[in-house]
């Protein structure tokens, strides 16, 4: 709060308030226009609050249009953007697949790393290829081997979704290779059909193995292709509507 003459006043006010601006003149004739000096001291106190509301009035307007956040919150949006650049620039520096944020072990990377110290570094080269590697294989080992031990007792099927690799690479030559040594192994007169899905990298394994055993026929998958037909049909919206009213029958205990 300030009390004061027109010319005091006039130091408060904007840049765009010279001696000849409508604002002043106003200021400065309400004030003169005062009768005794209470009358001015009580004039200029509330030309002052009004000016000072319709600054305070227009700061408001121009935060609210711009969107200005607080402190603490631009802080939090700008080490967000920071996370996100940098993560942007791993994902297409190094040619890894964008479908690759959504892998489950990039989430357990990102959660993990939102607990860790201040303090910590990554690790080396050397580290990946040592302790750390070794320390790595030695888990996924332990959590697989009573699956492998079921495998190996009982048999079991090797399953491949046939696309890329981890680096993105494409597995055509790979899988064509992997299909002409399983054939071999077994015997290539024994070997009629080769059944896998209908992916583009599949289709070009096709190719490779059946030019190297033209009495070879590959196809597709007969389940592969009825689920994605089935799949296909429940998006039609009158199918949709039934399979959402559907109930789940109680199990039988």
């Not at 765009?16 to 003169?32: G, I, N």
């Not at 070794?134 to 888990?139: A, P, V, W, Y």
Request: with cysteine; hydrophobic share 35%.
């Amino acid at each position: 709060m300030f009390c004061g003459g027109a010319t005091r006043i006039k130091e408060h006010l904007c840049d765009k308030c010279t001696d000849d601006s409508p604002e002043f003149l106003a200021l400065k004739e309400s004030l003169l226009g005062a009768k005794g000096e209470k009358g001015k001291t009580l004039a200029a106190k509330r030309a002052h609050d009004e000016v000072a509301d319709s600054v305070a009035a227009g700061e408001a307007k121009a935060k609210a249009k711009l969107g200005q956040k607080s402190i603490q919150s631009s802080m939090y949006s700008g080490k967000s953007e920071a996370c996100d650049k940098a993560i942007g620039e791993f994902f297409y520096g190094l040619n890894v697949g964008a479908s690759k944020v959504s892998h489950p072990l990039f989430k357990d990377l990102v959660e993990a790393l939102k607990t860790a110290p201040a303090s910590y570094q990554p690790p080396t080269r050397q580290r990946m290829l040592g302790d750390l590697l070794e320390k790595t294989t030695d888990t996924l080992k332990a959590e697989e081997r009573p699956v492998r031990g079921e495998v190996l007792k009982y048999g079991g099927s090797i399953i491949s979704d046939g696309w890329d690799d981890v680096n993105s690479s494409h597995l055509i030559n790979a899988v064509a290779k992997l299909l002409i040594e399983q054939i071999t192994r077994i015997g290539p007169p024994m070997v009629v059909q080769v059944v896998t899905d209908t992916c583009s990298v599949m289709k070009a394994a096709w190719k490779l193995v059946e030019t190297k055993f033209p009495w070879i026929t590959c196809t597709c998958c007969g389940p592969h292709v009825l689920n994605l037909y089935l799949k296909d049909l429940g998006k039609i919206e009158e199918v949709a509507a039934v399979i959402k009213n559907l109930t789940r029958s109680p199990t039988p205990s």
